[in-house]
């Protein structure tokens, strides 16, 4: 924990709300997706085989609706301390981390070799990746302001 950082945390309660409700429903086409999954597993040469189609169109649209509503409609998390971008992953033009552990606000994070960063303090992996983040933002990369207990 940073007790040096800015305490902001309720002046970005109302963004990581958005950004939590906004995550919970853009799970969904990702299920419906998973829906789809068995009409992509018909043989070629069966009688349904025009179901595979509508399977992979299905599967395929469920992904990009996923993809492009998360760029578009998720909140943008910038620290209302310092006003910098704080997920340095998502999005065009990402950057890198800032010298603060966004999991425990302590400073020192240092280069993970290819993967990525490393915080000296909590000893967390700070990746970006297809996968999203391996960490939630609890405090600012740049400043080390407490933005929020439970992570986002």
Not at 28 to 36: D, K, Q, R, T, V
Not at 39 to 45: D, E, F, G, S, Y
Request: with cysteine; proline share 7%.
């Amino acid at each position: 924990m940073n007790p040096d950082g800015p305490d902001s945390r309720e002046a970005f309660r109302s963004t990581a709300e958005e950004y939590r409700r906004i995550s919970r429903i853009l799970r969904w086409p990702g299920y419906a997706a998973i829906l789809f999954w068995p009409l992509l597993l018909i043989p070629k040469t069966s009688e349904y085989a025009s179901y595979r189609v509508v399977g992979i169109a299905g599967f395929i649209g469920c992904i990009l609706i996923s993809i492009i509503a998360s760029l578009v409609w998720l909140p943008k998390l910038e620290c209302p301390s310092c006003r910098e971008k704080m997920d340095p992953g998502r999005g065009l033009g990402g950057g890198g981390l800032g010298p603060y552990c966004p999991e425990c606000g302590a400073g020192g994070t240092i280069e993970d070799g290819f993967f990525g960063q490393k915080c000296t303090a909590c000893g967390k992996a700070l990746r970006n990746g297809r996968g999203g983040r391996s960490y939630k933002i609890r405090y600012c990369t740049r400043c080390g302001a407490h933005v929020d207990d439970e992570g986002v």
